[in-house]
T-cell receptor
Framework: ETGVTQSPTHLIKTRGQQVTLRCSSQ?????VSWYQQALGQGPQFIFQ???????GRGNFPPRFSGLQFPNYSSELNVNALELDDSALYLC??????????FGQGTRLTVV | AQSVTQLDSHVSVSEGTPVLLRCNYS??????LFWYVQHPNKGLQLLLK??????LVKGINGFEAEFKKSETSFHLTKPSAHMSDAAEYFC???????????FGKGTTLSVSS
């Protein structure tokens, strides 16, 4: 088990709602990245935060946003939820470009 | 742009037989390549990584991979499969900006007794 914890583990939201997912990074790690894994697919990069600043973003619309806090924990916020946002959301922490350690993910279902 | 292609969506082997999971990469420069494993209801675990040192990389649980630049391949092998190896395997390349990990679509490994 890694030291990366995500909450909640599962949740169900209605289309159009907003959701916040949380991630506590492993001790000593200053970089957090988020990935979306649709069923049967590989994870896709959403964005990365380094020392509280976004320093990389994948091909996701602005309604996907995030924060990193001084203790390097992070949030992923998704506004105006769509059915296609249903997926496993994975958080990974690392020291800059070092090995990424993944949490177990949050399973989001949008109905 | 960097990308990886996993050539098999599903591989089935018998316990005790060799495992070969195939991956080709595309990169405009010397890539950083990884193999991750995902067991059901668990997070992703790093098996091994290549970062331009030795071309034969040894990982955890008896897995290894060989970087072949001439073939743009990074295939994952294991001499003898165990039931506990049944999982989803992802070949991954680090993006050019050094931030994103770019995942293949995955190969499901099934191991029968």
């Amino acid at each position: 088990e890694t030291g990366v914890t995500q909450s909640p583990t599962h949740l169900i939201k209605t289309r159009g709602q907003q959701v916040t997912l949380r991630c506590s990074s492993q001790s000593g790690h200053n970089t957090v990245s988020w990935y979306q894994q649709a069923l049967g697919q590989g994870p896709q990069f959403i964005f990365q935060y380094y020392r509280e600043e976004e320093n990389g973003r994948g091909n996701f619309p602005p309604r996907f946003s995030g924060l990193q806090f001084p203790n390097y924990s992070s949030e992923l916020n998704v506004n105006a939820l769509e059915l296609d946002d249903s997926a496993l959301y994975l958080c990974a922490s690392s020291r800059a470009e070092g090995e990424a350690f993944f949490g177990q993910g949050t399973r989001l279902t949008v109905v | 742009a960097q990308s990886v292609t996993q050539l098999d969506s599903h591989v089935s082997v018998s316990e005790g037989t060799p495992v070969l999971l195939r991956c080709n990469y595309s990169s405009s420069y010397s890539p950083s390549l990884f193999w991750y494993v995902q067991h059901p209801n668990k997070g992703l675990q790093l098996l091994l990584k290549y970062t331009s040192a030795a071309t034969l990389v040894k990982g955890i649980n008896g897995f290894e991979a060989e970087f072949k630049k001439s073939e743009t391949s990074f295939h994952l092998t294991k001499p003898s499969a165990h039931m506990s190896d049944a999982a989803e395997y992802f070949c991954v390349v680090r993006g050019q900006a050094g931030t994103a990990l770019i995942f293949g679509k995955g190969t499901t490994l099934s191991v029968s007794s």
